[in-house]
């Protein structure tokens, strides 16, 4: 089976600078990565993936993704924050190998709030 | 807009009301999944159906009923509700395979009264 974590439930960073979401996941064989962002009160927004290749993914809004594979982990990174950024962050994987159910697994959120 | 569209945006309903939630996508998408998000909660699968076809029902009350008449549209039939289904109901879409994720529509905010 596949499972998502996002340890944090809350990130607070002060606007310029860096920001760090962390996700940890577990699959059997090779993963394919999202991160999502939700505004209130609307759906969920693709961000960046990663399926192969270069480790360190780039996204929208400045985002960026690093792929660990030793350490299983796809943490969401940007360089420095906007109070615009605050929002829910989702991570979410499903297994790359055939015959896998299509469904993603989503975690269950970290809420960043970016401080003026 | 993200190609999914999701109607009404805000619902309430009594408890012994009948509605209907409505998804639509012209994205080319084969397989259309119906979410639960409440407060606090994680992301909640409920139904997943790939070209029609119901592939996923994960153990939701039978006062939900989906349906999918073609692939671009996908609706969730409601009656009965409780309180505690008042939450937001996300739709999204996605290539049959998932290669590239889903596509969200924005959501309809239930509150069952």
């Known amino acids: 089976a596949q499972s998502v974590a996002q340890p944090e439930d809350q990130v607070n960073v002060a606007e310029g600078n860096p920001l760090t979401v962390k996700c940890t996941y577990s699959?059997?064989?090779?993963?394919?990565l999202f991160w999502y962002v939700q505004y209130p009160n609307r759906g969920l927004q693709f961000l960046l993936k990663?399926?192969?290749?270069?480790?360190l993914v780039k996204g929208s809004y400045g985002f960026e993704a690093e792929f660990n594979k030793s350490q299983t982990s796809f943490h969401l990174k940007k360089p420095s924050a906007l109070v615009s950024d605050s929002a829910l962050y989702f991570c979410a994987v499903r297994q790359l190998s055939s015959g896998s159910a299509r469904q993603l697994t989503f975690g269950s959120g970290t809420q960043l709030t970016v401080l003026p | 807009e993200t190609g999914v569209t999701q109607t009404p945006r805000h619902l309430v309903m009594g408890m012994t009301n009948k509605k209907s939630l409505k998804c639509e996508q012209h994205l080319g998408h084969n397989a259309m999944y119906w979410y639960k998000q409440s407060a606090k909660k994680p992301l909640e699968l409920m139904f997943v159906y790939n070209f029609k076809e119901q592939t996923e029902n994960n153990s939701v009350p039978s006062r939900f009923s989906p349906e999918c008449p073609n692939s671009s549209h996908l609706f969730l039939h409601l009656h009965t509700l409780q309180p505690e289904d008042s939450a937001l109901y996300l739709c999204a879409s996605s290539q049959e395979d998932g290669f590239y994720g889903y596509t969200f529509g924005s959501g309809t905010r239930l509150t069952v009264v």
């Open positions: 990663y399926i192969t290749g270069d480790n």
């Open positions: 699959v059997s064989g090779n993963p394919y």
